[in-house]
């Protein structure tokens, strides 16, 4: 694999970005860009550098070092409208269009063979994330399940699952959610352990029918989301990937009967506490609520590019909306895993918490009974 090329502010300005992206083949030819932000930035150009980049077709990337561009007011406001841009831990560049990494040129060599590994996912999320920035979250979340549909269909998602091969499904746990009031709160756990929570239809309908009691009674001042065992949530269940009858029926469930909405609505009221490893939907879905406590040890992956898709639980909205799709996009194309302090630093998540694996509730409103959505 060759290096991704690497353009100046001015030849971004000139147009150096927009060469044709498919070959004869419809090949992607160099989805990868990246931008030396150390070379000065022109006033002069800058407008048209930043039109160009945020009508480009690849995946820009801005490159620096530790004196770089952070210092540089027409740098930053180039770096906004890249897709991503990776600096130097040492810099001062410390807003959300910066990716602080040990060492940018390494980081842009992940991140292209990333991209080279699942182009169609990989540019896919950069547009849509590009796209649904300023959306409102409803009409965000439509938009993020149409392009997971389309992905579905696609020879990166199907590559994938020939290579994971056949899967046995599991037998259904009696309560994947529990749900326990105490006075005005409500808390609701995440009730597979022995699957690390791994997040099933079986779970997510529980999951929305406990959201809809909340968000029907007025007297619930507060919902405590929190995951039993090892983990909060490992993330959507693999036995079930690709197994929803078509994409257009794996679109309308997802955005009429999933729990992104319901978490937004109740945003306000809702607190989620986390801890071990979360992947995938297991920080897509906390990501929508008001607070967001981890314990320290906690883990962050997106690993969703890998497997020919991008996140679908809402990461594309919630996510970015606390980080930015800068840092969104570095994370699912790279499959980093973010620890928790970096998750603080960058507000991922509100603070610190205990690291105690948790337990399914004691309830507490005298009935001595954990109560349950009703089927």
């Known amino acids: 694999m060759s290096p991704a090329p690497v353009i100046s502010p001015a030849q971004l300005a000139a147009g150096a970005a927009g060469t044709p992206l498919f070959d004869p083949a419809a090949r992607q030819v160099a989805p990868v860009l990246a931008v030396d932000l150390d070379e000065p930035v022109d006033p002069a150009v800058l407008d048209a550098a930043v039109r160009h980049a945020r009508a480009c ?38 807003d959300r269009p910066f990716v602080p990494v040990p060492d940018p040129a ?33 009409d965000a979340l439509e938009v993020e399940s149409l392009a997971y549909s389309t992905l579905l269909g696609g020879a ?42 791994a997040y099933d239809r079986q779970m997510r309908d529980a999951l929305v029918e406990a959201l809809h009691l909340a968000a029907l009674d007025d007297t619930i001042s507060r919902v ?12 959507g269940d693999l036995d079930e990937f690709g197994t929803a009858p078509d994409p257009v029926t794996a679109h309308l469930v997802r955005t009429r009967a999933g729990a992104g909405r319901l978490l937004h609505e ?20 906390p990501a929508f609520a008001g607070t967001v406590l981890a314990a320290p040890d906690t883990t962050f992956r997106l690993p969703e590019v890998g497997m020919g898709l991008i996140p679908g639980a ?13 840092r969104t996009l570095y994370l699912a194309v790279t499959d980093s895993v973010l620890d928790a302090p970096t998750a603080l ?31």
Do not use: K, Y
Not at 224 to 235: I, M
């Open 57 to 94: 077709d690849r995946l820009l990337v801005g490159i620096t070092g530790a004196a770089g561009a952070g210092a540089r007011n027409e740098a930053g406001v180039l770096a906004a409208a890249l897709d991503m841009t990776l600096v130097d831990r040492g810099s001062q560049a410390n």
């Open 106 to 138: 390494v980081a842009l060599a992940e991140v292209e063979a990333a991209v080279t590994a699942n182009p169609q996912a990989a540019l896919v999320l950069a547009g849509l994330l590009r796209t649904t920035e300023a959306l409102p979250v409803r």
């Open 156 to 197: 990166e998602f199907h590559r994938w699952l020939a290579a994971r091969g056949p899967r046995p499904q599991l037998p259904p746990v009696p309560d994947p959610v529990l749900v326990a009031r105490s006075g005005d709160d409500l808390e609701v756990t995440l009730n597979r352990p022995s699957r690390r929570n």
């Open 224 to 235: 405590v989301l929190t995951g039993a065992g090892p983990a909060f949530c490992s993330g």
């Open 266 to 285: 109740l945003r306000d009221r809702m607190q989620v506490e986390v801890h071990g490893t979360c992947v995938g939907s297991g920080i897509e879905l």
């Open 314 to 326: 809402g990461g594309t909205v919630s996510i970015p909306r606390r980080i930015g799709r800068w």
């Open 345 to 375: 630093t960058w507000g991922l998540v509100d603070a610190l918490g205990p690291t105690d694996d948790r337990q399914p509730p004691v309830p507490q409103d005298g009935s001595g009974e954990t109560l349950r959505p009703q089927p």
